[in-house]
Nanobody
């Protein structure tokens, strides 16, 4: 699976962005999808995930109530709507795909990764 993330940019605190990740190469509905982020000097961390067909969602506590993950299987796309952005949300955001029925919280569960898109929130 090839993953291409887009939609990052510079936004003021309190603003919104929507990230997109388009998948190609394999049947998209066979994969759970996740978003992770990595700030400079920090480890990559889980942000949100959505299951492949029943669209169950998971969120990190730090983004609950502000971020929404969704997917459109016919368009091979997963989205991350980010509202009420904070300076601490500044990071590179990566989409990932997994076919295994393993925990969606762990980086090691994911087989495929996109290249990342930068989100910068000015305070």
């Amino acid at each position: 699976v090839q993953l291409q993330a887009s939609g990052g940019g510079l936004v003021q605190a309190g603003g919104s962005l929507r990230l997109s990740c388009v998948a190609s190469g394999r049947t998209f509905s066979n994969y759970d999808m996740g978003w992770f982020r990595q700030a400079p000097g920090k480890e990559r961390e889980f942000v949100a995930a959505i299951s492949r067909t029943d669209y169950r969602t998971l969120y990190a506590d730090s983004v609950k109530g502000r971020f929404t993950i969704s997917r459109h299987n016919a368009k091979n796309t997963v989205y991350l709507q980010m509202n009420s952005l904070k300076h601490e949300d500044t990071a590179g955001y990566y989409c990932a795909a997994k076919s295994r029925y393993s925990s969606s919280y762990y980086i090691a569960s994911y087989e495929y990764w996109g290249q990342g898109t930068q989100v910068t929130v000015s305070s």
